[in-house]
């Protein structure tokens, strides 16, 4: 086999293996691991923004989380729920309640208005008014309870 041929067959062997591994999918623990890590992201951007409100208002920070929390909610989060990850350990054991793997109708619905709110949010930090923030943040953080209250288990 000379070089030419060589190099086509291992870009072949390379091809057939990503494609296999792309259909397989990312392990379930995987997933947990990336839905748990995306909301700690948003916890942490959520705390920023808060103690920015509630103390020496920063106008670039409260941006930056918000931008921050507007792209995790657009990032498709709902993809991270996906079957087989009912039950299992990402960093922790899942907090997901069964409930969120079967009312997908009602659990989406809390997702498209966490981005919803994200968004909003977003957009008015661009703006920097403070207290039309602090009542959009009212709003985003309510969006959080409810999918808390419907769909995670109590710590």
């Given at each position: ?15 057939a293996s990503a494609s296999a591994l792309a259909q397989q999918g990312p392990k379930p623990e995987n ?17 920023r923004i808060k103690a920015s409100l509630d103390g020496q208002y920063n106008k670039d920070e409260v ?93």
């Amino acid at each position: 086999m000379n070089k030419r041929t060589k190099t086509l067959v291992a870009l072949a062997v390379i091809a057939a293996s990503a494609s296999a591994l792309a259909q397989q999918g990312p392990k379930p623990e995987n997933l947990i691991k990336w839905r748990q890590s995306a909301f700690q992201v948003v916890a942490w951007n959520s705390g920023r923004i808060k103690a920015s409100l509630d103390g020496q208002y920063n106008k670039d920070e409260v941006l930056r989380a918000a931008n921050t929390i507007a792209a995790v909610a657009n990032s498709g989060l709902g993809s991270l729920f996906a079957p087989g990850t009912e039950q299992g350990k990402g960093w922790h054991d899942t907090s997901a309640k069964p409930e969120a793997f079967k009312d997908t109708k009602h659990f989406g619905e809390l997702g498209a208005s966490f981005a919803k709110e994200a968004n909003e949010l977003a957009s008015l930090a661009a703006g920097g008014d403070a207290a039309a923030i602090k009542t959009q943040y009212g709003k985003l953080t309510r969006t959080c309870k409810a999918c808390h209250d419907d769909f995670k288990a109590k710590d």
